[in-house]
């Protein structure tokens, strides 16, 4: 095995922040690594002569046929005559296992972010949740018609628009056995089971299953927790909220849980072009693993941090506590 030379940077970054925990000693790691890069890097180096090689053949190929109109056919032949085009496989299945379920079995939308900007990075994992309102209020999803535009301070008019599209939402993905969530006046929990309070009586949901969770007092919770499709939604009620003190219900907003999963990027990466450069982006990735990583930034003339959300913690039915997860799984 040849022996390894590592930047003391990237030595330091290692041995004094990446292996601390572990339980792996630096020797040890150090040995594992330079198995790796005698095994892998012979290879690495034949995959890049081997890539050279064809883009070599396809250069010239272009360059003797520079004055003539490409023929997808012959152009086809010669791609897979020199190999970088090979025949289509038999059919194939694939099978996987333990996989998280914000893969696996979870519909939401999934943010690609640099992995070399830490503020980038921490936007896209707190982007798991977001308010209901503030996407209704800040878009062309809700109309400007009917004195409801945007900008100039807080428009009452787009307002009410916002609470009652949001209503709406909440009848799509947690309809009432009877009435509708815009006729709310309150929700409480009783026996392990969601009451709406309607100006005809209380109602429960039309599939009962779908409310997992609350915070504070049954009787009165500042949040109610649904579940719809695999995805959460929470209802945020406070009535002394500048928008939950006008609400029957003292709903203030919706919080839905969106941005499920995050890939973090690699792309931008080949800027890293030193060992500090890349501690740097080792630095990021191992701060989101860790949850450590935060990022200062300038905003309104005063200094502002950002971190990670932590995960979320509610009553469940039957009492418990029910962990649902703040930020968005990292790939």
């Known amino acids: 095995m040849p022996e390894l030379t590592v930047a003391p940077v990237l030595k330091s970054f290692v041995e004094d922040e990446a292996l601390p925990g572990l339980g792996i000693a630096a020797a040890d790691f150090w040995a594992g690594f330079g198995e790796i890069v005698a095994r892998f890097a012979p290879r690495d180096k034949a995959l890049l002569e081997t890539r050279d090689a064809l883009q070599a053949r396809i250069d010239a190929w272009h360059h003797e046929h520079r004055a003539q109109p490409i023929d997808a056919a012959s152009y086809t032949r010669f791609l897979t005559e020199i190999g970088y085009l090979l025949p ?57 018609e009917g004195g409801a535009a945007r900008g100039g301070g807080f428009n009452k008019a ?49 599939q009962p299953e779908k409310f997992v969770g609350y915070r504070g007092d049954a009787s009165a919770p500042s949040a109610v927790l649904l579940r719809n ?6 209802l945020v009620i406070d009535r002394t909220h500048a928008i939950g003190r006008d609400d029957p219900a003292g709903l203030a907003d919706v919080l839905l849980e969106s941005a499920v999963s995050t890939i973090m990027d690699c792309e931008d990466s080949i800027a890293a072009v030193d060992a500090a450069d890349k501690v740097d982006v080792y630095r990021c990735w191992l701060g989101l693993m860790q949850g450590t990583l935060s990022a200062a930034f300038q905003k309104d003339g005063r200094t502002m941090q950002r971190r990670l959300n932590p995960d979320r913690e509610y009553t469940s039915p039957s009492g418990g506590t029910l962990t649902v997860p703040g930020r968005s799984l990292m790939l």
């Open 88 to 144: 289509p496989p038999a059919p194939f299945a694939v099978s996987t296992s333990n996989v998280d379920d914000e893969i696996a079995h979870v519909a939401g939308p999934q943010l690609v972010v640099p992995v070399s900007n830490a503020r980038y990075a921490l936007n896209a994992g707190n982007a798991r949740w977001g308010s209901l309102y503030d996407a209704l209020y800040g878009t062309d999803a809700i109309s400007d």
């Open 158 to 206: 787009r307002g009410a628009k916002v609470v009652a599209k949001a209503r709406t939402v909440l009848d799509q993905a947690a309809p009432l056995a009877a009435g509708s969530h815009a006729d709310a006046q309150g929700y409480a929990v009783e026996d392990g089971k969601l009451w709406i309070e309607l100006p005809s009586g209380k109602t429960a949901l039309a």
């Open 229 to 234: 499709h695999g995805l959460h939604l929470e």
